[in-house]
């Protein structure tokens, strides 16, 4: 997707924060301001959806929650897209919380899809040459 440049005048107590959040993350103002912007903007259009730090990054998570999207429409599709199914599977959480996470992937489902096939791509062997240190010892 291509990117346009735009003027804003944005108050300097945000500004000051959003430059901490950029010096805390490693990455510049630039590209901490649009990452920001961009969730705003998706949780803004995703009720009930918000986005927070993993083991793998920064992903969409349904709020309240520990669980990223993405996981919760794997098991979605698992169940043949059956939305009576998916609350049995997922009994502690609303049906507004269920609602969410269908909305966002409805708003966004090339970046959930994504996720989704990175997952299923894992394979015992792909573990250990990523995370050699899983196998354990052969002596």
Not at 1 to 30: T, Y
Not at 52 to 73: P, Q
Not at 104 to 129: C, F, G, M
Request: net charge positive; with cysteine.
């Amino acid at each position: 997707m291509g990117s346009a440049q735009k003027s804003m005048r944005i108050p300097e107590k945000m500004l000051k924060e959003i430059q901490a959040i950029a010096r805390e993350s490693g990455k510049d103002f630039s590209a901490m301001t649009k990452e920001l912007l961009e969730e705003a903007v998706k949780m803004h259009r995703c009720p009930g959806i918000v986005f927070s730090e993993g083991v793998s990054g920064k992903k969409a998570r349904i709020a309240g929650t520990g669980l990223e999207v993405w996981e919760v429409i794997a098991n979605y599709k698992s169940v043949a897209e059956n939305f009576e199914r998916l609350k049995t599977a997922y009994h502690w959480l609303n049906e507004l919380q269920l609602r969410a996470a269908l909305g966002y992937y409805r708003a966004y489902p090339d970046e959930i899809e994504t996720l989704i096939s990175r997952n299923e791509s894992w394979t015992a062997d792909s573990i250990r040459k990523r995370f050699p240190f899983l196998a354990g010892s052969s002596s």
